[in-house]
């Protein structure tokens, strides 16, 4: 079916440990973006890609690193996870920036 | 940037218009005015969104003031499946770089 999916649902890691969460939509939407969200807050914007091998930084960058080698796939990696990335992170995509579609989330618990 | 400022909560009875109010003063030209919602801990859903024009579509109506300092979202005939927390965003590209910043939204319960 066509959507947008994150992998894995959930997820629980050392500090230290590098982790990388997966994200693949089918539309084939040119843009894709990365949120955390953290209790008390809103989504906050980590970073968000135009197209392939095209990225830039949201609001909260530090501590992570994305790739986009393919329109359909952006994969967030944690390099050295912390305490303070523990989160749910959503993935999302869209043609612009009008019009976000959100997968369902991943949930990330660093120990 | 601009930021926005909603009610942190609301009660709206079922079948009744939900009015959804959102400041955002230092809106600029070029930035529009979107909403979102968040069912349970589902990822955020897309509204509507607009740039001074009033919007209409089949979920929601959108109303922004004249001097686009303010809007309000409209949900015509709420459902308990409205129950949600409801975010008001304003958006644009500044030097370049995009911004899509999220607050903490109006939880809208509704009540059966």
């Known amino acids: 079916d066509a959507g947008i999916t994150q992998s894995p649902r959930y997820k629980i890691t050392e500090t230290g440990r590098q982790v990388t969460l997966m994200c693949h939509q089918t539309w084939s939407h040119s843009y894709m973006f990365w949120y955390r969200q953290d209790l008390g807050h809103g989504l906050r914007l980590i970073y968000y890609s135009a197209a392939a091998d095209i990225t830039d930084k949201g609001e909260v960058p530090d501590g992570y690193v994305v790739s986009r080698s393919k329109t359909e796939n952006f994969p967030l990696t944690l390099e050295s996870a912390t305490r303070s990335q523990t989160s749910v992170y959503f993935c999302?995509?869209?043609?612009?920036?009008?019009?976000?579609?959100f997968g369902p989330g991943t949930r990330l618990t660093v120990t | 940037d601009a930021k926005t400022t909603q009610p942190t909560s609301m009660d709206c009875a079922e079948g009744r218009a939900a009015n959804l109010p959102c400041n955002h003063s230092t809106i600029s030209g070029n930035e529009y005015v979107y909403w979102y919602r968040q069912i349970h801990s589902q990822g955020p859903q897309y509204i509507i969104h607009g740039l001074k024009n009033n919007e209409t579509n089949e979920m929601a109506s959108l109303i922004i003031t004249e001097d686009r300092k303010s809007s309000t979202l409209i949900l015509p005939h709420a459902t308990l499946r409205d129950t949600a927390v409801y975010y008001c965003?304003?958006?644009?590209?500044?030097?370049?770089?995009?911004?899509?910043?999220f607050g903490t939204g109006t939880r809208l319960k509704v009540l059966a």
């Open positions: 965003i304003v958006s644009g590209t500044t030097s370049g770089t995009y911004k899509y910043i």
């Open positions: 999302a995509s869209g043609h612009g920036t009008y019009e976000q579609y």
